[in-house]
């Protein structure tokens, strides 16, 4: 299997963002995404940074794809969304099904937020040009292996395996009205929380987790334990979505796990530690997402 890092959810400043993706340089996985797929009010970083980052990872051997943004909102959201569609140098991620429409007849990855949970549906974007597709964060191991006994010929199979898990968008912005600010005036709250802003229960129980106009598990998605199952299911790539902390450690313990130099439990002993929040896997196994279960 390889091992992919996914695109950075949260808002960074530059200057961090930048020094993430020279580390990154150094990291053993072999796919990086890159790009703004949550919010366009995100400005640190354009399209032309986006590129010139691409470029540095694939001179030390990455697999560079573009990722596009899950909600638009705007004519220059979508005008965006066609610049990264009509580059001719770079694998694109299709997070909405408009991006799949720009990128028809061209080799794709199908986004996780695609909502592709049936072979059908597999076969249709697998026609218009995807070639890899991210599993929908919710969909269990049994019914990744009923999808991937139909996957179309060719198709590679990538599963969502570390970090806290992007379950849902809106047109708000929570991060902002926490704030008491109206989105458009946001101040752009989000860099204050580099990991997301904790939400709790009236009874301090971890809920969910608010970044921007996205909402988060408030736990921490992990399959390292349950690397032996994933393969047994032939998927062909492993996603790990960054932190603002220990990611690259991260990967070299999954790394480390796939390559069968540590058990998958002794890398979920390493990880732990290094983990924003508590881990859950209850999707993997059909259950609710935050449980954590063991095999």
Same mark, same amino acid.
């Given at each position: ?94 997070? *909405? ?6 990128? %028809? &007849?061209? $080799? /794709? ?8 949970? #049936? !072979? ?74 580099? *990991? ?6 009236? %009874? &301090?129980? $971890? /809920? ?8 988060? #598990? !408030? ?77």
């Amino acid at each position: 299997m390889k091992l992919a890092l996914g695109p950075v959810q949260y808002y960074w400043p530059r200057i961090a963002m930048m020094q993430f993706y020279e580390a990154v340089t150094e990291a053993p996985v072999d796919i990086v995404y890159l790009g703004e797929t949550v919010c366009s009010r995100r400005h640190e970083l354009r399209l032309p940074d986006w590129l010139e980052l691409a470029a540095m990872l694939e001179a030390t051997g990455k697999e560079v794809v573009l990722s596009t943004q899950v909600l638009l909102e705007s004519g220059s959201d979508l005008s965006t969304l066609r610049k990264i569609a009509a580059n001719d140098r770079y694998l694109v991620e299709a997070n *909405d099904m408009g991006a799949v429409h720009c990128l %028809e &007849g061209r $080799p /794709f990855v199908a986004g996780p937020f695609l909502n592709l949970y #049936s !072979a059908p549906a597999l076969a249709l974007l697998a026609n218009q040009g995807a070639r890899r597709w991210v599993m929908p964060l919710e969909m269990g191991r049994d019914k990744l292996g009923f999808m991937q006994a139909q996957r179309p010929a060719g198709m590679q199979t990538e599963v969502f395996a570390y970090g806290r898990m992007p379950l849902a968008f809106s047109a708000r912005c929570f991060t902002a009205r926490n704030r008491n600010l109206p989105k458009d005036n946001c101040q752009y709250v989000c860099m204050d929380h580099p *990991d997301g802003l904790l939400l709790n229960t009236r %009874e &301090g129980q $971890p /809920f969910l987790t608010l970044n921007g106009i996205q909402t988060q #598990s !408030a736990l921490v998605y992990n399959l390292a334990r349950e690397l032996g199952q994933v393969a047994d299911t032939q998927v062909d790539v492993l996603r790990i979505s960054p932190q603002s902390q220990y990611t690259n450690e991260i990967a070299h313990f999954f790394h480390l796990a796939i390559r069968g130099e540590m058990t998958g439990e002794d890398a979920f002993a390493a990880i732990e530690p290094l983990m924003p929040a508590g881990p859950c896997n209850g999707y993997w196994y059909g259950r609710p997402g935050l449980e954590q279960l063991v095999a």
